[in-house]
């Protein structure tokens, strides 16, 4: 295992190889989108145009992978590495490191039409690490055996309707060892890929239309626009969230023990799931007396090895090797936990760098094994709560309520980066209530 870590991100001879074609082997997506013009919208509004030009994954490359490449040796394949996925155009062409967003390159045009469409398989038994095999030229491969374009020649490919074909980028082994993007093996030994449900069928919704202007009208026609984490309509309700209490009434002063439920009924892999070591799923739960006032309830713990890190700590730092790459002198860290409040519990995978420091850092990561807390595929998590009620609190009406939260990075990041707080800001997955009675 440890000499395959070493050898894959040096570029891999048998599939993707840098340099191996040029920017003039792919055609533009706005060429493409002359007739495949509704896929071509589509495209345009998802994540995957902008792969390379999305802001944080500027940040992350240029501010953080990219210079610790160049100071060291172990991680300086991420270089093109990264690269090779979020902007495979530049990869292919040998353009490494590519010029950031701003200067306009083709690298802008993050996983467009022509790269999905000229793979034809994978040089792993079991793809990751940018593994994808690309034949690009005048055949497109595609769903269907039965399509015609007066542009282009077409080609069935069952492996463009695979999962195998997402796991080529969304499964990834950093330059240590550590299985950093598992979401293809998530999905695979879970029920969905027991069940044959790929990801396709969630992430690419099927419904009638035509493929391209002129095209054959389609019952099943795969949309093009990659819903996943980014888009709250996909995160709504993903995770059910319940509360439960075994007595419906408390005294003042007493002690109010209740549950809350949550079962991950909808997602065909773990939640979260993909850059683990940045995505933030919490729960917090709070108390709204008869008069308005909140109290904020931790849950209790359960007492597993690694809790802690499951634990909201507004105390605990992480991340200090940002400060190590960015050369910031008496850099201490930043927030582990951003602004959740303390004792909410988190669903995470934590990150480890070299020194046994938490880290946003994928290609830093030594070891993410310490402690897994999402929440898999049709799994229930029973968190449990004891609050002891305050002898002064109003009597009658108690609002417990629990809101499930989700961010794409910790808050103390998006700050610390200046990132749009759309980056950070957290979004609604679930919300639940619960009245009780107070004597």
């Not at 440890?2 to 792919?26: C, E, I, K, P, T």
């Not at 500027?58 to 160049?70: C, H, S």
Request: charged share 25%; with cysteine.
């Amino acid at each position: 295992m440890f000499g395959l870590a070493v050898s894959l991100w040096a570029v891999q001879v048998n599939a993707a190889a840098m340099g191996r074609h040029s920017y003039s082997d792919f055609k533009k997506p706005g060429y493409c989108g002359m007739c495949h013009q509704e896929i071509f919208q589509e495209w345009q509004q998802g994540l995957m145009s902008q792969a390379f030009t999305h802001e944080w994954d500027q940040v992350e490359y240029f501010k953080l992978a990219l210079p610790q490449a160049r100071k060291l040796e172990k991680v300086a394949g991420v270089k093109a590495g990264c690269i090779a996925c979020h902007g495979p155009l530049a990869f292919l062409s040998g353009d490494i490191p590519p010029k950031p967003a701003s200067a306009g390159t083709r690298a802008n045009e993050g996983v467009s039409c022509d790269i999905c469409h000229s793979i034809t398989g994978t040089s792993e038994p079991v793809p990751f690490n940018f593994s994808y095999i690309i034949e690009p030229g005048n055949v497109k491969n595609g769903p269907r055996s039965d399509s015609q374009s007066p542009v282009h020649k077409t080609r069935y490919s069952k492996f463009t309707t695979s999962p195998e074909l997402c796991a080529t980028c969304h499964d990834e082994q950093s330059p240590y060892g550590a299985w950093v993007k598992t979401t293809y093996r998530e999905w695979k030994a879970g029920p969905y890929g027991k069940e044959g449900v790929r990801c396709q069928d969630c992430h690419m919704y099927h419904a009638a239309g035509k493929a391209a202007a002129g095209g054959k009208m389609r019952s099943d026609l795969a949309h093009h626009n990659f819903h996943g984490s980014h888009f709250p309509n996909k995160l709504a309700g993903a995770v059910d969230l319940a509360l439960y209490a075994r007595k419906k009434a408390v005294k003042r002063g007493g002690m109010l023990k209740f549950r809350a439920e949550l079962f991950n009924g909808k997602v065909g892999h773990y939640i979260p799931s993909g850059s683990t070591e940045e995505r933030m799923l919490w729960l917090e739960v709070w108390a709204i007396d008869a008069n308005g006032k909140s109290y904020k309830i931790p849950v209790s713990r359960k007492g597993f090895a690694g809790e802690d890190y499951t634990i909201a700590d507004s105390s605990a730092l992480a991340y200090q090797a940002i400060g190590e790459i960015m050369e910031i002198k008496g850099f201490k860290g930043l927030k582990r936990d951003g602004n959740i409040p303390d004792g909410a519990r988190i669903f995470r995978k934590p990150f480890f760098d070299p020194k046994g420091r938490m880290t946003v850092c994928q290609w830093y990561t030594v070891d993410n094994t310490k402690v897994d807390y999402r929440i898999g595929p049709r799994e229930t998590k029973i968190e449990q709560y004891s609050w002891k009620v305050p002898g002064g609190i109003p009597k009658g009406r108690l609002v417990i309520k629990a809101n499930l939260l989700y961010s794409e990075v910790p808050s103390s990041i998006g700050k610390f980066f200046k990132l749009p707080e759309k980056e950070y800001a957290p979004l609604l997955v679930n919300t639940a209530t619960m009245v009780i009675n107070v004597r």
